[in-house]
């Protein structure tokens, strides 16, 4: 318990040392260490702020001052606002003295730092007076097993009270004076900033409306806004600018610290290259960072400035403009200096919103020169393109012109000027319809009632209102009594308005067509309508008769001996003879009638709307005889007759079957003798059908066993002996043999000389197998056609002789000179296989082809076979004997025998024996029989002498 004179003692003093505190927090202290001194154990002072319960100063005491250190370290955690009135101090808000025994006190108070954690106490607290409205509080306690306080205590304690009011007040006025003065030299510090700022930034707002007009590089604008920045804060300084077009770091300058240090530009050319810490600010916001590594920039900075330190300090704000992030202002200090704050935040916050729009206004000067620089070079683009475009289009042979939206000309090509379209005429109603193409092409049309040009000039106003996207069109002309025709093209441009008109010069393309249309349907060599043509022209004749009055007829014409002449005096002979035939015939038939070659020497002839049948016959004289007269051909004067064969188109006919009757009927004339006109009999339909029954007949010959061979003999006119036999084909048609002569040229026009060839070929061979095992030794000769020739002749012979186990001299092969030159090459090939063979090769029928010395003596035949037209006369016509004379001595020369055919009288035969002829054969040593058990022999006693 203290006494009354060391209580006097603490008040007496009490003032003097408030009144010589250093701030209000050491006034608590002072305040609580008397409380303390008077009334012993723990103590506190706490002055409150006047307009709430928080302790704005708290001062703690306690007679022993180890535990009063403790308790001053306390009182400093609930300084500055950092606690509030709780328990007997809640309760002095509303009473003036307040004394409590064993009252709970809160386990966080200093005091458990004494008493440990029973939580109750003895307490007494009062409040102090005063004028000002401050507040203050006593609180003294002791432990509860203590004795409590009294009324001693607590007069003690309004003792020192009213002591330490007026000091109180004293102290508060003077603590208010100092904060005053130090925030009004603070505003006057910030004011002298902030005009130091507003000058850096008027400058950098100069320099950068002055780099607008030049529309700088953006490294200039980064690296004034850096350096702006840092004059301003006297902190390292970095700006990154976005490009405005792409969003892409564009441009980025670094001002290390201390005013007038070299900038350096930041090279910062791609995402890649960004700070973490920058780009993370980009995307999400403004931000503070401490402890982040150093970039190359700082890293450079301070080695320059010799420090050693790696982290920094960062503050980063985004530049910003009508919402878009422009770029980034950041601050970056050395790690071992403070951090930065919430102030350096808004602080850079602050100057990257003063420089946004004059950056912004960088960036749009840069893209609008450098638009203008591309619009420039756009435009010299354009203008180089127009330039080759013209060239390309006065270059190209195609009329090309273009007309602007009213249908006005407004470009051509060299090529439609220098054209027969611009003539001056059309120039003249050009300029008369005030440019309108349109318009001039329609006039030009009506004038000169040409459909074409009016439907084109329909066709450009269409697609000039939009009715048409495109128009195309084929239009005739005769400019200058030429004949033109031109292919139109008109289209919409891509770039819409107008429309470009091409013309193409298709004359030689039409003419062309036409041709390769004409030749379609023409025979080359005559100009006659084909076969083609006169199927379609013959099947709408039979239409139409169907419905008018009048007769149709077909005349089938076939040239008699035509093959003949063709071979003996060359294909340009035939073909010259062919075309004056033709001729003639076109003189002689009506201009309505329809005259086309069917083939060959073969033509038809297509009339109608005749009076009657008999009109048709009349028309077939008018033929027969315009071929009476001789025909002059390369020198040659020759007479070449026609076979005709004539049908009525009946009820009921259609377009085959009258074609079908005409060439049946065309077989009867044959039949009579050439040079005969037949006309189709219906009622005798057997009789005029006889060639289609053959046609028919044939192809059952060839399956069944109906074919045959007879044999003739072959004679050597100096020994006497048979040295071969010719294999000759009969047919044995209900009962009567026929000739080769009534049946293959029918065979020939259905395809069938190959298939009977080989026929022919096979049962000779198995023939002459049956003769060699009799004993015979001579030769089984065999006629060979054209296609058999062409078509695998040598290996036919190969695999037969093998098959029936003959050797090469059982066989030989006729082949006429004829068809030996359709093709020298193929044939020298074949005779000499078969030479090789050991098959023995005759020319046929020598003397009525064409072939040559040359090829004559490449072919290598082993005899040559004196036709009969020329062994007819040989025992009285000098000219005929002289023609054997020349070929049996031909043959000698070339070492090979010769062989007269066609013997029918002595007198032959003693002629050519005369002449020196090989050997021989005819009639009169036999006739073709058919085959015997034994070699064929000849009539006997012809021989002798």
């Known amino acids: 318990?203290?006494?009354?004179?060391?209580?006097?003692?603490?008040?007496?003093?009490?003032?003097?040392?408030?009144?010589?505190?250093?701030?209000?927090?050491?006034?608590?202290?002072?305040?609580?260490?008397?409380?303390?001194?008077?009334?012993?154990?723990?103590?506190?002072?706490?002055?409150?702020?006047?307009?709430?319960?928080?302790?704005?100063?708290?001062?703690?005491?306690?007679p022993d001052a180890t535990a009063r250190q403790a308790l001053d370290a306390s009182a400093k955690r609930l300084r500055g606002g950092s606690a509030t009135l709780v328990g007997t101090l809640t309760a002095l808000r509303y009473e003036p003295v307040v004394r409590r025994v064993a009252a709970p006190y809160l386990p966080t108070a200093p005091l458990v730092a004494l008493w440990g954690t029973e939580g109750r106490a003895h307490q007494l607290g009062l409040q102090v007076p005063s004028r000002d409205g401050s507040r203050c509080v006593l609180l003294c306690a002791r432990p509860a097993g203590a004795e409590p306080y009294d009324d001693d205590d607590e007069a003690a304690l309004l003792a020192l009270a009213e002591a330490v009011t007026l000091p109180l007040e004293n102290a508060r006025l003077l603590e208010a004076a100092t904060r005053e003065a130090a925030e009004r030299a603070a505003a006057e510090q910030r004011l002298a900033e902030a005009y130091a700022r507003e000058r850096v930034l008027s400058g950098l707002a100069d320099r950068l409306v002055e780099l607008q007009r030049e529309a700088p590089d953006m490294e200039v604008v980064a690296r004034a806004v850096a350096e702006a920045s840092r004059d301003i804060t006297g902190q390292a300084s970095f700006v990154l600018l976005r490009d405005v077009a792409t969003g892409a770091v564009g441009a980025s300058a670094y001002a290390p610290p201390g005013r007038g240090a070299a900038t350096r530009p930041g090279r910062l050319w791609s995402a890649d290259h960004v700070p973490p810490v920058l780009a993370r600010a980009l995307e999400t916001g403004d931000l503070i960072s401490?402890?982040?590594?150093?970039?190359?920039?700082?890293?450079?900075?301070?080695?320059?400035?010799?420090?050693?330190?790696?982290?920094?300090?960062?503050?980063?704000?985004?530049?910003?403009?009508?919402?878009?992030?422009?770029?980034?202002?950041s601050f970056h200090r050395n790690a071992a200096q403070a951090?930065?704050?919430?102030?350096?935040?808004?602080?850079?916050?602050?100057?990257?919103?003063?420089?946004?729009?004059?950056?912004?206004n960088c960036?749009?000067?840069l893209a609008g020169r450098e638009a203008a620089a591309l619009q420039r070079e756009a435009e010299e683009a354009r203008a180089e393109v127009a330039r080759r475009a013209g060239e390309v289009l006065d270059a190209l042979p195609v009329l090309v012109l273009t007309l602007d939206e009213h249908g006005v000309v407004d470009l051509t090509n060299r090529a439609l000027m220098d054209s027969s379209a611009a003539t001056p005429r059309f120039l003249e109603l050009l300029d008369h319809h005030q440019g309108r193409y349109a318009a001039a092409m329609r006039s030009v049309g009506e004038a000169t009632a040409n459909a074409g040009l009016v439907d084109l000039a329909d066709g450009i106003e269409a697609v000039l209102r939009g009715r048409l996207g495109r128009y195309e069109a084929d239009t005739h002309a005769r400019p200058a009594g030429t004949d033109e025709h031109w292919w139109h093209s008109i289209v919409v441009p891509r770039s819409g308005g107008g429309v470009i008109i091409t013309y193409d010069d298709v004359t030689d393309r039409k003419n062309a067509e036409v041709e390769a249309a004409h030749q379609a349907t023409h025979d080359t060599l005559t100009g006659l309508p084909n076969r083609a043509l006169l199927t379609d022209r013959l099947e709408h004749a039979v239409a139409r008769a169907a419905r008018h009055p009048g007769v149709l007829a077909v005349l089938f014409i076939d040239l008699d001996h035509f093959k003949l002449a063709n071979d003996t005096y060359g294909h340009g002979f035939g073909d010259a003879l062919l075309v004056q035939v033709v001729a003639r015939l076109s003189a002689a038939i009506r201009p309505e009638d329809t005259l086309a070659r069917f083939g060959g020497d073969e033509f038809v002839l297509l009339c109608e709307e005749l009076h009657s049948a008999?009109?048709?016959?009349?028309?077939?004289?008018?033929?027969?005889?315009?071929?009476?007269?001789?025909?002059?051909?390369?020198?040659?004067?020759?007479?070449?007759?026609?076979?005709?064969?004539?049908?009525?188109?009946?009820?009921?006919?259609?377009?085959?079957?009258?074609?079908?009757?005409?060439?049946?009927?065309?077989?009867?004339?044959?039949?009579?003798?050439?040079?005969?006109?037949?006309?189709?009999?219906?009622?005798?339909?057997?009789?005029?059908?006889?060639?289609?029954?053959?046609?028919?007949?044939?192809?059952?010959?060839?399956?069944?066993?109906?074919?045959?061979l007879h044999f003739q003999p072959i004679v050597s006119l100096r020994t006497g002996e048979v040295t071969g036999a010719e294999a000759l084909l009969r047919w044995r048609r209900d009962g009567v043999l026929v000739g080769p002569g009534e049946f293959l040229h029918v065979a020939e026009s259905m395809g069938l000389t190959l298939p009977i060839g080989r026929w022919v070929l096979r049962a000779a061979c198995a023939q002459a197998a049956r003769w060699r095992r009799a004993g015979a030794t001579g030769r089984v000769f065999v006629n060979v056609s054209p296609a058999h020739l062409a078509l695998g002749l040598e290996d036919d012979v190969r695999a037969l002789l093998e098959e029936f186990g003959l050797p090469g001299s059982a066989l030989g092969v006729e082949i006429t000179e004829t068809t030996l030159m359709q093709d020298p090459e193929t044939s020298i090939s074949c005779l000499h296989t078969l030479r090789d063979l050991g098959v023995s090769a005759e020319i046929d029928d020598f003397g009525t082809g064409y072939s040559s010395l040359a090829y004559l003596k490449e072919l290598e035949p082993q005899s040559l076979k004196i036709d009969r037209t020329f062994v007819a006369g040989v025992h009285r016509d000098e000219r005929d004997r002289r023609i054997v004379q020349a070929i049996i001595s031909l043959a000698r020369s070339l070492g090979v025998s010769s062989t007269a055919e066609g013997i029918e009288s002595p007198e032959q035969l003693a002629t050519l024996r005369e002449l020196g002829c090989d050997a021989a054969q005819g009639y009169l040593l036999r006739r073709p029989a058919p085959p015997e058990g034994s070699w064929p022999t000849v009539t006997a006693g012809l021989l002798d002498g």
Do not use: N, W, Y
Request: hydrophobic content about 50%; glycine content about 8%; some cysteine.
């Open 1 to 62: 318990m203290r006494t009354a004179a060391s209580r006097a003692e603490v008040l007496a003093t009490v003032a003097t040392r408030v009144m010589g505190a250093a701030g209000l927090d050491e006034v608590a202290a002072v305040v609580a260490d008397a409380a303390a001194q008077l009334v012993g154990e723990a103590s506190a002072a706490v002055l409150l702020d006047p307009t709430s319960s928080v302790c704005e100063h708290v001062g703690l005491g306690h």
């Open 363 to 365: 960036q749009l000067a």
């Open 339 to 360: 951090a930065f704050t919430e102030a350096d935040l808004e602080l850079a916050r602050f100057l990257a919103a003063r420089v946004s729009l004059h950056v912004v």
């Open 290 to 329: 401490t402890d982040e590594p150093l970039g190359p920039l700082e890293r450079a900075a301070a080695e320059a400035e010799g420090s050693a330190s790696t982290r920094q300090h960062m503050v980063v704000a985004r530049i910003m403009f009508d919402g878009l992030v422009r770029g980034t202002l």
């Open 614 to 708: 008999d009109e048709a016959s009349v028309i077939a004289g008018r033929l027969l005889r315009a071929l009476e007269e001789p025909v002059l051909v390369e020198g040659r004067t020759l007479r070449q007759s026609a076979s005709l064969g004539l049908a009525v188109a009946g009820p009921g006919t259609d377009s085959s079957t009258l074609l079908s009757e005409a060439d049946a009927a065309l077989f009867l004339a044959k039949e009579r003798g050439r040079g005969q006109l037949a006309t189709f009999d219906r009622s005798h339909g057997d009789t005029s059908g006889r060639r289609l029954d053959l046609m028919q007949a044939l192809h059952a010959a060839l399956a069944g066993d109906v074919l045959e």
